[in-house]
């Protein structure tokens, strides 16, 4: 995609580096989120564009500062009677609760210059104000206090402008939540549904007026708060750069937000620019929408212990869907169904409430299905306005399908409800259970009552013009399809689904690899997924792109129309994995390893069983079918056992028991998470260290493989854990002992495609934990790494394509290391301690000529970034003699280090001398709660100790989150970070090219797109 890639830190050091080494004509600010614009800010405030002679293409910065700028942004507003909310700008705690008196609480607070409402919130008084506002300005240089419109509607509208003053507003979305929930944390649709036509083309009026005044060149979004009760308004914000929202636009409309506003950066008007989707069009045109888009966040806060659930101003959410249709009940039951949280729609969901009232005031992440709940306990539509805040229109249409529920149990099912349950976003299998039979009986019925849905094409005119659009989905509300199928000339491949903890952007890589390798070998694609945030749902990255939901039956009806040679499974992650063996069952065929062959890997029992038979050694097991048997295995092996349910992603409900007790729950917990499959419970190891081997095979022969270890000890995910490429610390016996089990493995179960495999090792000891029949998150990592992608040769080798090349991945003379990204900052309450169940939202990697440099930059990649020389230290008992030369190094280096009694007292027994500072439960000072929360220190490390359990340890971890402190909770990457920080030479290294470490051939010239 590019000639020169760097894998380094988006810091002012690193990225001035690059501008010096690559000395680039132009740069482009908008198009990597908040995080891209203020870096760009910095350094134009520091003239690091003005010395290097680097022009700044698009918006002009002076106007990007005013749209972050809470200040400047008010007063440019008032400058052409754009209305603001009532609001004052605070540089300090003082002046924050002097605004607030003013206002009167409750009042909104909002931070400058941060990502997904970072920091802001409802505040209610002083003692509120006062903690939220110090966290806030230990990470940005200012806030808002805002009156609170409570109730308002939030309305959106996508803009685009070219250096002429053309503007567009491609799409208008309308947040189903009223003002207080961030648009990223709420239901969102497009167009808005509850908007008069006089308020709809007043806001556009406004958009347009407001973005021209401040000179916008590109893409933007533009925030509203809208009064229902008289329609009058508020401008929130505008955010000059493209955004979450941007990116749902561009899928709701198919109006290329990002290709757009590329070309008017580069001097084009939108004129001149044809609509990709239609060919024949101007992009001067307005997208109109003949059907319904609906986006529904994806949260994952079950995984996180001690988590807040409640939803508001502070984005929690890790991604999300958009679901098409043309009802509203339709896309949202859809939306749902795509979530992959167990549920089949409003109707059939996994939760249960004592009063859904409590969970829809204050919200929390389960809000919808509360308002459904409310409905089937008899609440009105009035009584959960009124609580609520939802406009009507959108709980009439929840009451509704409440409604239709009951009818659905109650009546006989004739064609006639049945077409009208379809129309409305029944499932067949949610169908079935208020019926009383199988969903495979439903599907029968429906089909030979011909209710079968019809595939639309977007054209993004509403059918005004002609168009040949690739662009589809599904609905019930339609007579006939807009296309005929593709047939035995193409692949079928399915997506990754939403964002969430154990499913990114990897795997959205995998797809989009696969189908670029499926094209260079002559076979047309289909493109399956649910998520707008992803590349393999742009309309140009395949012959075919359904955005559909990923269930068996909305998979088989896809298949059942597009009759294609077959389906790719294996490179979607677990939600694409799970639909192999029930494909396979009604007889559609699956491309690489044998869905059966899966299903011997997927199932813990079967997969220790094979590796019994096989000779290779694994942590002692047993199937777990009665908690009284649980008890007694793990009697015999010793405590602590890991509990290990079948068919999960991210080690959902995985979690190590120390006691009985434990044992008990967490026993519960993962038979609920997977009823269909056994749940096996494990001897755990600790103090051991885990492997990796990513690879692809063919016909069960190895064809090319990457080990890797991670940093810290086994008992991390291995989507939190810290991995490094090549191994840096393993035994030539380690390897040559792993290459072997790995080929036993893969050739019992017959493997075609991509695969991992975890390892323990202890001692020179190798067992082996799983085996995924799948790409894994890891598979771009190596491939980027080795510079041999593992995807297409994985591709090809579904493909029946033989590579006799040897592919050489064991010695290199640089050094990755990919670190997982955290988000505990916006999670309030959760413990940021890394476990067997995975945490983290996303992950970086970094190159280097070693293992502290690769891994130094990849941590300060992580956004964090040590302010100050001073460190508190706290570790365990166990873990103290560890950190003596560490410590002393850091010292050495001018560091100020502060510790508490235990920690302090053995330090200063080995000769190396710490500052005191008091435990919280001693309530003294010079104390470590204060020393934390006055920014005395730029670094924790907070190891918690495995035999005892320290409150005051987990209260330190979240004062340095709050605190924006960046904190390290393992002991082998913390005693890494104390080695990078002390070397001076690590910490002079200039940045490197991608290219100037790995051999890859400079990518093809793009043609152009219009």
Same mark, same amino acid.
């Given at each position: 995609m590019a000639d020169r890639v760097y894998f380094q830190p988006l810091n002012v050091k690193s990225v001035t580096a690059i501008l010096k080494q690559e000395r680039p004509d132009i740069v482009l600010l908008s198009f990597g989120g908040q995080t891209a614009l203020n870096l760009g800010l910095e350094l134009e405030a520091r003239k690091v564009f003005a010395r290097l002679g680097i022009k700044v293409l698009g918006t002009p910065v002076s106007s990007i500062r005013i749209t972050e700028d809470r200040a400047l942004f008010k007063e440019a507003m008032a400058a052409i009677g754009t209305k603001t909310a009532r609001s004052t700008v605070a540089y300090s705690t003082k002046e924050a609760l002097a605004a607030a008196k003013d206002i009167g609480y409750p009042v909104m607070l909002r931070s400058g210059f941060s990502l997904g409402g970072?920091?802001?919130?409802?505040?209610?008084?002083?003692?509120?104000?006062?903690?939220?506002?110090?966290?806030?300005?230990?990470?940005?240089?200012?806030?808002?206090?805002?009156?609170?419109?409570?109730?308002?509607?939030?309305?959106?509208?996508?803009?685009? =402008?070219?250096?002429?003053?053309? %503007?567009?507003?491609?799409?208008?979305?309308?947040?189903?939540?009223?003002?207080?929930?961030?648009?990223?944390?709420?239901?969102?649709?497009?167009?808005?549904?509850?908007?008069?036509?006089?308020?709809?083309?007043?806001? =556009?009026?406004?958009?347009? !007026?407001?973005?021209?005044?401040? *000179?916008?060149?590109?893409?933007?979004?533009?925030?509203?708060?809208?009064?229902?009760?008289?329609?009058?308004?508020?401008?929130?914000?505008?955010?000059?750069?493209?955004?979450?929202?941007?990116?749902?636009?561009?899928?709701?409309? *198919?109006?290329?937000?990002?290709?757009?506003?590329?070309?008017?950066?580069?001097?084009?008007?939108?004129?001149?620019?044809?609509?990709?989707?239609t060919g024949s069009t101007p992009a001067f045109y307005e997208p109109a929408l003949d059907y319904l888009a609906l986006k529904i966040p994806r949260w994952d806060l079950a995984k996180l212990k001690s988590i807040d659930h409640t939803i508001g101003s502070e984005m929690k959410s890790v991604g999300e869907v958009m679901a098409l249709g043309r009802s509203f009940p339709e896309v949202l039951q859809k939306a749902i169904r795509m979530l992959n949280i167990g549920a089949q729609g409003l109707s059939a969901h996994p939760y249960r409430f004592n009063n859904p009232l409590d969970e829809i005031h204050p919200a929390t992440d389960r809000r919808l299905f509360a308002v459904y709940e409310a409905f089937k306990s008899g609440r009105s539509i009035d009584e959960v306005h009124a609580i609520s805040r939802i406009d009507r229109w959108f709980l009439r249409h929840i009451s509704d399908i409440c409604q239709l529920e009951n009818q659905l149990q109650e009546e006989r099912l004739t064609a006639k409800l049945l077409r009208t349950a379809k129309g409305f976003g029944f499932s067949d299998k949610t169908i079935g259970t208020l019926t009383g039979v199988s969903e495979e009986v439903i599907r029968s019925r429906r089909q030979k009552a011909g209710i079968r849905p019809v595939i639309k094409q977007i054209d993004t005119l509403a059918g005004e013009f002609a168009a040949s659009t690739n662009y589809l989905y599904s609905t019930y509300h339609g007579a006939v399809s807009d296309v005929k199928p593709l047939g035995k000339k193409a692949? %079928?491949?399915?997506?990754?689904?939403?964002?969430?903890?154990?499913?990114?952007? #990897?795997?959205?890589?995998?797809?989009?690899?696969?189908?670029?390798?499926?094209?260079?070998?002559?076979?047309?694609?289909?493109?399956?997924?649910?998520n707008p945030e992803t590349v393999s749902t742009d309309f140009d990255r395949s012959d075919r792109l359904y955005f559909e939901e990923l269930s068996l039956?909305?998979? !088989?009806?896809? $298949?059942?129309?597009?009759?294609?040679?077959?389906?790719?499974?294996?490179?979607?992650?677990?939600?694409?994995?799970?639909?192999?063996?029930?494909?396979?069952?009604?007889?559609?065929?699956?491309?690489?390893?044998?869905? &059966?062959?899966?299903?011997?890997?997927?199932?813990?029992?079967?997969?220790?069983?094979?590796? &019994?038979?096989?000779?290779?050694?694994?942590?002692?097991?047993?199937?777990? &079918?009665? $908690?009284?048997?649980?008890?007694?295995?793990?009697?015999?092996?010793?405590?602590?056992?890991?509990?290990?349910?079948?068919?999960?992603?991210?080690? *959902?409900?995985?979690?190590?028991?120390?006691?009985?007790?434990?044992?008990?729950?967490?026993?519960?917990?993962?038979?609920?998470?997977?009823?269909?499959?056994?749940?096996?419970?494990?001897?755990?190891?600790?103090?051991?260290?885990?492997?990796?081997?990513?690879?692809?095979?063919?016909?069960?022969?190895?064809?090319?493989?990457?080990?890797?270890?991670?940093?810290?000890?086994?008992?991390?995910?291995?989507?939190?854990?810290?991995?490094?490429?090549p191994a840096q610390r393993l035994y030539l016996e380690t390897v040559r002992q792993a290459r072997t089990m790995t080929k036993q493995i893969i050739s019992n179960l017959k493997i075609t495609g991509p695969f991992n495999i975890q390892f323990i090792a202890k001692d020179n000891d190798l067992k082996v934990i799983e085996c995924n029949v799948r790409a894994s998150r890891s598979f771009p990592f190596v491939s980027k790494v080795t510079g041999n992608n593992?995807?297409?040769?994985? &591709?090809? +080798?579904?493909?029946?394509?033989?590579?006799?090349?040897?592919?050489?991945?064991?010695?290199?003379?640089?050094?990755?290391?990919?670190?997982?990204?955290?988000?505990?900052?916006? $999670?309030?309450?959760?413990?940021?301690?890394?476990?067997? #169940?995975?945490?983290?939202?996303?992950?970086?990697?970094?190159?280097?000529?070693?293992? +502290?440099?690769?891994?130094?930059?990849?941590?300060?990649?992580?956004?964090?970034q040590v302010k100050k020389p001073a460190l508190f230290l706290s570790v365990p008992d166990e873990q103290k003699h560890k950190f003596v030369e560490e410590t002393a190094s850091l010292i050495n280096a001018g560091w100020k280090i502060f510790t508490t009694a235990g920690t302090h007292a053995y330090l200063q027994d080995h000769g190396v001398k710490t500052q005191l500072v008091h435990k919280i439960s001693e309530r003294k000072e010079p104390g470590v709660a204060s020393t934390i929360a006055k920014q005395c220190v730029g670094l924790a490390i907070s190891v918690p100790s495995t035999t005892a359990d320290n409150k005051d340890a987990y209260t330190i971890r979240r004062l340095a989150i709050d605190s924006h402190i960046p904190l390290l909770t393992d002991a082998e990457t913390g005693r890494l970070l104390m080695r990078c920080l002390s070397d001076k030479a690590l910490l002079a290294a200039l940045p490197k090219a991608w290219q100037d470490y790995v051999d890859i051939k400079a990518p093809a010239k793009v043609g152009k797109r219009s």
């Open positions: 970072l920091g802001s919130g409802r505040v209610d008084n002083d003692k509120q104000l006062r903690e939220k506002v110090e966290q806030a300005f230990a990470a940005v240089p200012q806030v808002l206090i805002e009156e609170f419109l409570v109730g308002w509607k939030e309305v959106e509208y996508e803009v685009v =402008r070219d250096k002429a003053g053309n %503007t567009v507003t491609v799409c208008n979305m309308e947040n189903l939540d009223p003002m207080g929930i961030h648009t990223g944390e709420s239901i969102v649709v497009a167009p808005s549904q509850t908007l008069t036509n006089d308020e709809y083309h007043h806001l =556009r009026e406004v958009a347009i !007026r407001s973005i021209n005044h401040l *000179g916008i060149i590109g893409e933007c979004n533009i925030q509203y708060a809208l009064d229902p009760k008289n329609g009058d308004y508020r401008v929130i914000e505008v955010n000059a750069r493209l955004s979450r929202s941007s990116a749902l636009a561009s899928k709701a409309t *198919g109006y290329p937000l990002a290709f757009v506003a590329t070309k008017l950066m580069l001097g084009k008007h939108l004129h001149e620019l044809t609509n990709s989707v692949v %079928t491949v399915i997506g990754s689904g939403p964002y969430c903890i154990g499913s990114s952007v #990897e795997f959205d890589w995998c797809a989009v690899n696969t189908g670029k390798t499926l094209q260079a070998n002559g076979w047309q694609t289909i493109m399956v997924n649910s039956e909305r998979m !088989r009806d896809i $298949l059942d129309f597009e009759k294609p040679h077959g389906t790719v499974v294996s490179v979607g992650g677990q939600i694409a994995n799970n639909l192999a063996l029930p494909l396979a069952k009604n007889d559609y065929h699956i491309l690489g390893t044998d869905p &059966t062959q899966i299903d011997r890997a997927e199932d813990r029992k079967k997969f220790s069983a094979m590796l &019994t038979r096989l000779h290779i050694d694994q942590p002692a097991w047993q199937e777990v &079918t009665s $908690l009284v048997k649980a008890k007694t295995f793990a009697n015999h092996v010793g405590y602590p056992v890991i509990i290990r349910p079948s068919y999960v992603l991210s080690g *959902g409900a995985m979690n190590v028991a120390t006691n009985e007790a434990e044992l008990a729950f967490f026993v519960s917990e993962a038979a609920n998470i997977s009823p269909d499959h056994p749940v096996v419970i494990s001897k755990f190891m600790t103090n051991a260290k885990e492997i990796e081997i990513d690879g692809v095979a063919k016909g069960g022969k190895l064809e090319i493989y990457a080990i890797s270890e991670h940093i810290e000890n086994a008992g991390v995910h291995s989507g939190d854990a810290t991995v490094v490429f593992f995807i297409s040769i994985a &591709t090809e +080798a579904m493909l029946g394509i033989d590579h006799p090349t040897y592919f050489k991945t064991l010695d290199y003379d640089y050094v990755a290391v990919k670190s997982p990204q955290f988000s505990y900052n916006r $999670l309030k309450g959760a413990d940021p301690v890394a476990g067997v #169940e995975m945490a983290s939202t996303g992950e970086v990697a970094c190159f280097g000529d070693n293992i +502290a440099e690769a891994y130094f930059r990849s941590w300060l990649a992580t956004e964090q």
